[in-house]
């Protein structure tokens, strides 16, 4: 499995943070599985391969025949998917927040008559316009090219052109359903917490919110339980830090919040049947965005 992102050529990039944005390309090879841990809202166009995936307990196939398909990933939610072939797929993590995307695309009239939310992921097939662009992206990043740090917002905002120039009003409203009814702001409240690893009280009195009022807004939002949160969440962090970085092992356990390196390596073992020298230095069927 390989990921790979724009800003990789920029020197500030920290791929172990939560938050990501701009574009992202997964080449994944047949029989690998794993978790996307949507941290922002995350646009997804899968151009090559056969995917199966479990979004809100809705499990189903999807393939990418012709130009392929794309598809909203929302945040706040962990989406299972596995590999049934080779895949290529490229990402947009959105820049800026949800409702701004949704406005720049949809009419005012197309805003106020939004269908009402559907666990059902709602997918469109992909014209020949949009993927020429999707693979104008793949190969920017295929080929490291040290671009600026502006590159990402102009190219998405070419994209909102070109999809409003190329699908109806319905079409559009049907794609962006999971976006428009996102939880944002609570969602980016938690995600900036997400990294001290508090603990219930804590992190509702951050918010000043009680006990009982944040857990419900909690489950509201994520659909889990704030320990399963964010044991996901150290679970993400923690492979991508082995996978993506040359971090000491030491100094992620203090990152993660771990009590010492032997209760990371238990951690490891348990949530990805690995230790993590051999995450490290092997290679890993297991996938993480």
């Known amino acids: 499995m390989d990921i790979f992102f724009m800003k990789q050529a920029d020197p500030n990039y920290k791929p172990d943070r939560i938050v990501r944005e ?8 047949k029989g690998e599985y794993g978790m996307f841990n949507v941290s922002v809202p995350t646009l997804a166009f899968l151009l090559e391969g056969n995917i199966t995936l479990d979004y809100n307990q809705h499990v189903k196939d999807y393939l990418a ?19 049934n072939e080779d895949t290529v797929c490229v990402f947009l993590f959105i820049i800026g927040d949800n ?18 939310s559907t666990n059902i992921l709602p997918v469109l097939r992909i014209v020949p316009q949009i993927r020429a662009f999707a693979d104008q992206m793949m190969n920017y990043i295929d080929k490291r090219e040290h671009l600026t740090r502006d590159i990402s917002p102009t190219m998405q905002s070419g994209l909102q052109d070109l999809l409003m120039a190329n699908y109806t009003q319905n079409e559009l409203q049907r794609l ?27 992190m509702a009195a951050r918010l000043n919110m009680s006990r009982s009022a944040f857990l419900r807004r909690f ?3 994520f659909k889990q339980t704030p320990k ?15 996978r993506e970085t040359n971090l000491p092992l030491e100094q992620i ?37």
């Not at 701009?22 to 090879?29: A, I, Q, S, T, Y």
């Not at 929302?74 to 590999?83: D, E, G, I, L």
């Not at 209760?263 to 490891?268: G, L």
């Open 219 to 221: 489950k509201r939002t």
């Open 65 to 83: 025949n012709g130009n392929g398909f794309m598809c909203v990933f929302p945040m706040a939610k962990f989406h299972r998917v596995k590999m």
């Open 22 to 29: 701009g574009f992202g390309l997964v080449r994944g090879k």
């Open 176 to 202: 962006l359903l999971p976006l428009y009814y996102t939880d944002e702001s609570f969602y980016f409240k938690v995600s900036k917490l997400a990294e001290e690893f508090l603990s219930i009280e804590e």
């Open 99 to 116: 409702l701004s995307f949704c406005r720049r695309i949809l009419t005012d009239e197309s805003l106020r008559n939004m269908p009402k």
């Open 253 to 289: 356990s203090q990152r993660l919040h771990f009590s010492s390196l032997q209760h990371m390596n238990i951690f490891c073992r348990k949530s990805l049947n690995k230790t993590p020298m051999s995450i490290r230095k092997g290679s890993s069927k297991y996938i993480s965005l």
């Open 228 to 242: 399963q949160w964010s044991s996901e969440i150290k679970k993400n962090i923690l492979y991508r830090a082995l």
